[in-house]
């Protein structure tokens, strides 16, 4: 996650939330 989107910022504790 390089915060790619907001939602990056609140999952910044797991990596590859979202990809």
Same mark, same amino acid.
């Given at each position: 996650? %390089?915060?790619?989107? *907001?939602?990056?910022?609140? %999952?910044?504790?797991? *990596?590859?939330?979202?990809?």
């Amino acid at each position: 996650n %390089a915060h790619k989107f *907001p939602l990056d910022l609140a %999952a910044v504790e797991v *990596p590859s939330i979202n990809g």
